[in-house]
């Protein structure tokens, strides 16, 4: 659970102690709740999403914050592009958990972009 709220909370650069603690205390209760559930063998995707992402055409919103970890930051870059139709957003100051740690932005992000493809 450390090591997961290090990573996907914090980050690779910063600590943990720099996290909004009800961001840090919600996020680890929800990892508790899960490890307590039955253990369940992951399914795995019958197919490879990269593979058939260039197939998108509508309108597609990519979210990522600037302190996530590097390998998700460049994936959503590469898939930003790979779509014809999508906008990348990086919220600065936070790492993956964009919707936690900045809700208000994120929810305004995502408002934004439902009203633009609505019309």
């Known amino acids: ?15 943990i102690a720099d996290v909004e603690p ?10 508790v709740d899960n490890l307590a559930r039955p253990s369940v063998p992951p399914r795995q995707p019958d197919f490879d999403a990269f593979s058939v992402i260039d197939e998108l055409k509508c309108p597609t919103l990519f979210v990522t914050g600037s302190l996530d970890v590097p390998d998700i930051r460049r994936a959503a870059g590469e898939m930003a592009e790979r779509v014809e139709r999508a906008r990348l957003v990086e919220v600065e100051g936070v790492a993956h958990m964009v919707n936690l740690e900045q809700p208000g932005v994120f929810r305004d992000l995502v408002a934004r972009h439902v009203a633009a493809t609505v019309g």
């Open 22 to 31: 009800r961001v840090v205390t919600f996020t680890r209760q929800m990892l």
């Open 1 to 15: 659970i450390e090591r997961n709220l290090a990573l996907w909370v914090a980050g690779p650069a910063r600590g």
